[in-house]
């Protein structure tokens, strides 16, 4: 089975780099707007859509066909990793709406060992003996596969697992010039990590 949890364990959000018209760093003395920050500010800007229509796509690959073997190993370990997206902006009314979007997607597939404590078969047995019910639980954690005393709780399992992560960014911008000096504008990211890693028998 695999564990579900956030990718990153603070909260953040990391806008695509095709989302990104300039980044402004203020240190010292700085506008008010900027909050109680006691050291630098970095502002990030976000890009605009225009008159014309314009966009981008993209893809980064990785994955262990290219990669060298450890030296020690028989064979290299499997890596797959793809960072893929695009972004699109134009006029929604010429001269006056705009719109800007960007996709960014990541996926992250390897190996890992997985090292921990789990059920010895004794143990199975009592608990399924007194609860039934455990067993379903039960069935989700390794056998130990490392040598344990026979009248133990738990053992050790060493062995080969995988982690699987997979990360969504969007930014979409929409821009109203009322007039030459004044514009109306709002931001929406979105930025959604997650992280897959095996802690028990595949199914």
């Known amino acids: 089975i695999f564990n579900r949890e956030p990718q990153n364990a603070y909260v953040g ?5 095709d989302a990104i018209q300039e980044v402004q760093v203020y240190t010292g003395k700085y506008d008010a707007e900027y909050g109680f920050s006691g050291s630098a500010v970095i502002n990030v800007v976000t890009r605009s859509g225009s008159n014309e229509l314009h966009g981008s796509a993209f893809e980064y690959l990785r994955n262990n066909a290219s990669d060298a073997r450890n030296f020690f190993a028989q064979d290299t370990t499997p890596f797959r990793r793809n960072q893929f997206g695009g972004s699109l902006g134009g006029p929604i009314v010429k001269n006056r709406i705009f719109i800007f979007g960007v996709y960014e997607g990541y996926r992250d597939r390897r190996s890992t060992t997985i090292n921990g404590a789990v059920p010895t078969p004794r143990l199975r047995d009592a608990m399924t003996a007194a609860f039934p019910a455990y067993k379903l639980l039960l ?34 911008k929409p821009d109203v010039w009322l007039n030459s000096n004044n514009r109306l504008t709002a931001t929406w990211v979105s930025d959604r990590p997650d992280l897959f890693q095996q802690n028990g028998p595949a199914r």
């Open 139 to 172: 069935d989700n954690f390794f056998l130990p596969n490392q040598p344990y005393s026979p009248a133990a709780a738990t053992g050790a399992f060493i062995g080969p697992g995988s982690i699987r992560a997979n990360t969504e960014h969007f930014v979409i």
């Open 13 to 17: 959000l990391v806008p695509p780099i």
